[in-house]
């Protein structure tokens, strides 16, 4: 059964960078079918797509935050990750991992990132 | 980037009503529609897929349609457990954009 897990820390000072990691069991990060994506949701508010990464290492990224984000995998550890850099207040929100098949069709729990000193 | 709108942005019904929910993109995608479902606290949970394809071991109450830039997804014989938000999101083209949701109430 697929499972996708957020990690990270829960809070990161504004300026710094916010790396999250998504663990993937249940499927292979390496499937030719999928692609392994990073959405977000401020608290109370939409939902916003970050971006994907193919196991190959080729990425999409949203261009309101391209200038920030990096998506990568490990396929050796079956993972993907993702990193902001320059965070503010703004970016505080839950950060969810994704399988993307057709849409975003398999989702992490989500983790709360807080953006504070 | 594609702007999806939903209409409404709530909606109050009973157990029992059926419910309709809208969704317009700003540009033509197909069909490459997709719903979902998120209760509070909870990640969204994918429903409709292609804009029509129920997505494994969602109940057939659920249903969508639509191609183009207008689509819907209707719910029927609503039970406690469907009041929730939804959202739909277009994956045609990158970005991938999501509607702002729609708040189905008792």
């Known amino acids: 059964q697929l499972q996708l897990q957020e990690s990270g820390p829960g809070l990161v000072k504004p300026s710094e960078t916010l790396s999250l990691t998504c663990t993937v069991s249940?499927?292979?990060?390496?499937?030719?079918?999928?692609?392994w994506g990073w959405i977000r949701q401020p608290p109370g508010k939409g939902l916003e797509w970050i971006g994907n990464?193919?196991?190959?290492?080729?990425?999409y990224y949203n261009p309101s935050l391209k200038s920030r984000v990096t998506i990568s995998v490990d396929t050796s550890k079956n993972h993907f990750s993702l990193k902001l850099s320059s965070v503010t207040a703004a970016d505080t929100a839950v950060y969810y991992c994704?399988?993307?098949?057709?849409?975003?069709?398999?989702w992490g729990q989500g983790t709360l990132v807080t953006v504070s000193s | 980037d594609i702007q999806m709108t939903q209409s409404p942005s709530s909606l109050s019904a009973s157990v029992g009503d059926r419910v309709t929910i809208t969704c317009r993109a700003s540009?033509?995608?197909?069909?490459?529609l997709a719903w979902f479902q998120q209760k509070p606290g909870k990640a969204p949970k994918s429903l409709i897929y292609?804009?029509?394809s129920l997505q494994s071991g969602v109940p057939s109450k659920f249903s969508g349609s639509g191609s183009g830039t207008e689509f819907t997804l209707t719910i029927s014989t609503l039970q406690p457990e469907d009041f929730a938000t939804y959202f739909c999101?277009?994956?045609?083209?990158?970005?991938?954009?999501f509607g702002q949701g729609t708040r189905l109430e008792i």
């Open positions: 540009q033509d995608i197909a069909n490459h």
């Open positions: 990464v193919f196991y190959t290492g080729s990425t």
């Open positions: 994704a399988r993307e098949r057709y849409a975003c069709d398999d």
């Open positions: 292609a804009a029509s």
């Open positions: 249940g499927d292979s990060i390496s499937s030719n079918f999928h692609y």
């Open positions: 999101q277009q994956y045609k083209i990158y970005p991938y954009t």
